[in-house]
């Protein structure tokens, strides 16, 4: 049962990370065959202000 765990900046609205999530579990099944139905995908969403590039936070 593969695990896909994504992290993202908060912001994104539920039809793109029903997208994500779509996409995710596709390109598993493809690349190593997996039975869909044993796909997992989980997104953790970040507030910005806890989300730093290069020590700079994002919020």
């Known amino acids: 049962m593969p695990l896909c765990e994504i ?3 908060e912001g ?4 793109q990370k ?3 999530m779509k ?3 596709e390109a598993i099944h493809r690349s190593i065959n997996a ?5 997992r ?3 953790r969403e970040v507030p910005a202000a806890h989300w730093a ?5 994002k919020g």
Not at 12 to 15: D, G, H, K, L, Y
Not at 35 to 39: C, S
């Open 7 to 9: 992290t993202l900046i």
């Open 12 to 15: 994104r609205n539920a039809e």
């Open 18 to 20: 029903r997208a994500l």
């Open 23 to 25: 996409e995710v579990t």
């Open 35 to 39: 039975p869909k139905e044993a796909i």
């Open 41 to 43: 995908v989980v997104l």
């Open 53 to 57: 590039v290069g020590g700079v936070p």
